[in-house]
């Protein structure tokens, strides 16, 4: 049976039932040069703040998505939900929300020393992406399993799970030829509310994606080396 024919159930309190795996090894020169191939193409990738309204292929953002939902989780509850917004006004509605909340932040809710750091980014309350953009994928973390019927069932390593999902979603948009960013408007309570979400889903960030402007600039800034951030034992 395909995946695309399976249908997840909850799998809580169901015993261990293993299944045997066995992929084909790749050759020692062909997986170093996918290796260098991959380095070299992520290193390419930047966050875009300046979108062109052109349309983007609708399959290849679901196929991204479809990606990053193949990310490991806690006791594998899969804990995530990807809202694609398409909708020209409902991103409006978010964008606005979004502003306001950004504005309240600016003005001192942030704090003089995370200001600075933000400096050099260029980042402000104005959050034009959000509408130039034209898909919004908002993703929210599962607190907990929410049954049909109201029941509840905690999920574990929540925050872990959803995040390596997004960076498994980032990856897959710009090997696409996609330009995405991570906003994370504080508080995002109100992305439930006009995305109508149920109580056991909580915002964890917005992801506009597009094709960058032909204006598009970004900031000036250098990575650190591999070896400032890798230590080897």
Request: include cysteine; charge should be neutral; proline fraction near 9%.
């Amino acid at each position: 049976m395909s995946p695309e024919t399976q249908q997840w159930t909850p799998t809580h309190g169901q015993p261990y039932r293993p299944v045997a795996y066995r992929p084909a090894r790749m050759p020692g020169p062909e997986s170093l040069a996918r290796a260098a191939e991959l380095r070299a193409r992520m290193d390419e990738r930047r966050t875009v703040r300046r979108f062109s309204p052109d349309p983007v292929p609708e399959q290849a953002v679901r196929d991204a998505i479809a990606c990053a939902a193949t990310a490991p989780s806690g006791a594998h509850q899969q804990p995530w939900t990807f809202v694609l917004v398409k909708d020209p006004a409902v991103r409006q509605q978010i964008r606005a929300a979004a502003e306001q909340e950004e504005q309240i932040s600016y003005d001192g809710r942030l704090g003089d020393e995370w200001l600075a750091a933000l400096r050099p980014i260029g980042t402000d309350a104005v959050k034009t992406h959000l509408t130039d953009a034209p898909a919004l994928i908002v993703v929210f973390q599962q607190r907990y399993w929410l049954g049909p019927n109201g029941t509840k069932r905690k999920h574990y390593y929540v925050d872990e799970s959803v995040g390596i999902a997004v960076g498994m979603l980032l990856s897959a948009l710009h090997l696409s030829g996609l330009a995405a960013l991570i906003h994370t408007p504080s508080p995002m309570r109100f992305l439930a509310h006009v995305l109508n979400r149920p109580e056991n889903e909580k915002a964890f960030a917005v992801i506009p994606v597009g094709y960058p402007a032909e204006d598009c600039e970004v900031p000036d800034l250098v990575r650190k080396s591999l070896d400032q951030v890798l230590v080897e034992v």
